[in-house]
């Protein structure tokens, strides 16, 4: 038989030997559903037999389904049973981990005894022998391997309270001693770690987020440490920074509130002092999250105050100095543009941009110069933003970069066009559409997609237009964007009509029609029921024409939107005209006026008595037919509509009496 064979017949006989003792069974009922107390248990098999275990767990006494502090005690002499069997020493050095939970970085354990060795109070310690007492403590299972990494050990969750307890009932000399060291040793931990968040190195990075995820329990005591005790805080930023590279949004912020609630008991002196400069960065972390938020008032407030202590630090260079100040301009003027206060935008803009420029920072300078542009263009002072573009533009491509580039390009192609200036525009939007592509942005390729093809029809280039539109509404299609897709439907449509291509318009206003539908958006459902009764009108389906009218209608009588009951009443007159159904397009022409008259609209109710004149000389009521068209009349002569009046005179000498 093969030895594989022979430990394999082994195994099967002690486990059936272990499912067959009693003191197992007994064991294993005693600790029925307490899975910390069974683990403990576990990896002490091979040291003590079932029955001394199950005698041992007998004097515990445990119950866990009573609460209070009972539960706590249980749950202690859980910890306590393996506890007791460590030697002396062991029990003493594992006492200095108090401090310490989830994980430990054996390699950074050496850094930690060294700042244990700095202690006074600790110089009576052997603390060689830690790695001895760690080893006990894995054998005991108060402490095991990482199953992937073997420098790190994970701490049984209970174990670090289990210490702490312990530590306070001995000795509270001893407990602040350690804190001391625990927080001296994440303080430089913690710089390390920030520097490997922000390598530019993918790998460092890594290699900084995991060291801060399997820390970041130690790393937060440290912080809550130095916040009592009012001294440096560089452990929050890096949080901070782990917490951004995670995306854990709620927490970061969450954990600036904390910090900076803590930082209002700091003395005065701290401002003044080295380290003074951590106070405002830190309040300005809490205003970007209060910003992200849009919660516009609280964030100008952190700013304005970070503001305030710039100005009041001493030990800062003046240089760093100002580009704090700038910085915080800059985003004061992000907060005053957001509340549409652009005056004080552009002046908080203005301070940020004269510090960049005497301090010679061409890429700040760049993005301030962005946002003046946005600002302008925002209150239609188009040249000016233009030539703030242009500013940032120049300046971005020295830097090289390109997707700032393509946004400066995207927002000039925006200006020109809406200054007519179309194959400026045209020129702009392909640049920026070159380097979006270059980046796989493929969703700014369809806004750009898009105005190419707003810009193409403009000059009267269909094709160009159609193929533009129709590569955006894939991309918008392809990102589940319907509210884009229901917008392009109709300019395709618009083309399809343009080109005579009916029936495709139909099918464009259709599919728009299906998304307005599932949005509920009854104003956006009413238009398009109007441009299908447009395209029914030309291939002259006047029922259908009918009833998209009718459609719009509806709606419109829901919102109270009487005027544009009046327009939809006009052009079902004119459906009923052209159906021969004179009365009934009497009627609507006169619901149309009607409303007209209410809203002081002086043209559309020429237009109207236009068409009452017409209805009236087709039914051959000659004085009706005067009467309206002279009312016309008067009103396209107060217009200077010279082509209206030479119309209406024309049809007024026709009925003039012979």
Not at 161 to 190: C, G, I, T, V
Not at 310 to 327: E, G, P, R, T
Not at 648 to 657: D, N, R, T
Request: aromatic share 12%.
């Amino acid at each position: 038989m093969s030895v594989s064979r022979i430990r394999q017949n082994q195994a099967i006989n002690r486990f059936d030997a272990i499912r067959k003792d009693a003191d197992v069974h007994r064991l294993m009922n005693l600790l029925a559903a307490y899975p910390l107390a069974k683990q403990i248990v576990l990896a002490n098999w091979h040291k003590q037999s079932p029955q001394e275990m199950w005698l041992d767990w007998q004097d515990v006494n445990i119950n866990l389904n009573k609460f209070s502090d009972y539960k706590n005690k249980t749950i202690f002499k859980c910890v306590e049973y393996p506890h007791k069997d460590l030697s002396a020493d062991t029990q003493s050095l594992l006492l200095c981990l108090a401090p310490l939970k989830g994980l430990i970085d054996r390699n950074e354990l050496v850094n930690y005894i060294r700042e244990l060795q700095n202690l006074e109070f600790l110089k009576k310690y052997s603390l060689k022998k830690i790695d001895a007492a760690l080893q006990e403590a894995i054998d005991w299972g108060l402490l095991k391997y990482h199953n992937i990494f073997a420098n790190l050990l994970i701490i049984q969750p209970v174990f670090p309270y289990f210490l702490q307890h312990k530590l306070e009932s001995l000795n509270e000399q001893m407990h602040k001693a350690l804190d001391e060291a625990f927080k001296n040793h994440y303080l430089k931990y913690a710089d390390k770690y920030y520097q490997l968040l922000n390598s530019h190195d993918y790998q460092e990075r890594e290699k900084g987020r995991l060291f801060c995820q399997w820390q970041y329990e130690n790393l937060y005591k440290a912080l809550q440490l130095c916040l009592e005790t009012q001294e440096s805080i560089s452990i929050y930023f890096c949080l901070d920074r782990y917490l951004d590279l995670i995306d854990d949004n709620q927490t970061n912020q969450k954990l600036a509130e904390i910090v900076c609630q803590n930082l209002e008991k700091y003395p005065a002196a701290f401002i003044k002092s080295e380290l003074g400069y951590q106070i405002p960065l830190a309040i300005q972390k809490l205003g970007c999250w209060q910003l992200l938020k849009k919660q516009y008032s609280q964030a100008r407030q952190s700013y304005t105050k970070a503001l305030q202590i710039y100005s009041a630090l001493d030990s800062q260079k003046q240089i760093q100095k100002q580009i704090w100040q700038a910085n915080t301009y800059y985003n004061l003027g992000i907060i005053a543009q957001q509340m549409q206060e652009f005056a004080q935008a552009e002046s908080n803009y203005q301070q940020a941009l004269h510090i960049y420029i005497k301090n010679s920072d061409r890429y700040h300078q760049a993005r301030t110069y962005y946002q003046l542009g946005n600002i302008a263009q925002q209150t239609w002072e188009l040249s000016q933003a233009q030539n703030y573009y242009q500013q940032a533009l120049k300046i971005y491509v020295e830097h090289g970069d390109r997707y700032s580039c393509a946004r400066t390009y995207y927002n000039l192609g925006r200006i020109a066009q809406e200054l007519r200036e179309f194959t400026e525009a045209q020129r702009n939007y392909q640049q920026a559409l070159q380097i979006y592509i270059e980046h796989s942005d493929r969703y700014s390729c369809a806004s750009t997609y898009y105005n190419l093809g707003v810009v193409a029809e403009a000059l009267q280039e269909l094709s160009p237009a159609q193929r533009n539109y129709q590569q955006a509404l894939d991309i918008y299609i392809e990102h589940g964007d319907r509210q884009h897709q229901a917008l392009i439907y109709q300019n395709l449509a618009g083309i399809a009509e343009k080109t005579q291509e009916f029936a495709a318009a139909q099918q464009h206003y259709q599919q728009a029609l299906i998304i307005y539908i599932a949005q509920g958006d009854r104003d956006e459902q009413a238009k398009i029921y109007q441009d299908l009764a447009s395209v029914a009108l030309k291939t002259q389906e006047f029922v259908e024409a009918q009833r998209y009218y009718q459609q719009a209608l509806q709606i419109y009588i829901e919102h109270s939107d009487r005027y544009e009951q009046a327009n939809i009443y006009q052009h079902l007159g004119l459906v009923a005209q052209q159906m021969q159904n004179l009365t009934r397009a009497q009627s609507y022409y006169q619901q149309a006026l009607d409303i007209y008259i209410e809203y002081g609209d002086r043209y559309k109710q020429a237009r109207t008595y236009q068409n009452l004149g017409m209805i009236a000389q087709t039914m051959h009521d000659t004085a009706q037919a005067r009467q309206n068209y002279q009312k016309a009349l008067d009103i396209f002569v107060e217009y200077g509509d010279r082509y209206s009046q030479a119309y209406i005179e024309c049809q007024l000498e026709l009925l003039a009496p012979v």
